[in-house]
């Protein structure tokens, strides 16, 4: 993933700070983000949707909780 293909002034300061600080809880899966190829990513309303292979796989925001997305047939948010 191209981390600077990502408009990060949509999204909201509270997940900059996780997803960019070095003790942010998202850190880490940002670092792994961008040495993974298949993973792309797109700020919407201030949330940072994550997709591997196309598929939606993960929403990560600010406050509001972790949505993770399970693709099978169709799509399934779980919480």
Known sequence: MNPESIDISKMCSHLQKKLF???????????????????????????????RNGKKVLIVAGKAKVELWISSQGSQKSK
């Open 21 to 51: 600080e070095e003790d942010g809880a998202y850190h880490h899966l940002w670092i792994a983000m961008q040495d993974d190829p298949a993973v792309t990513a797109v700020v919407r309303s201030h949330q940072l949707h994550i997709y």
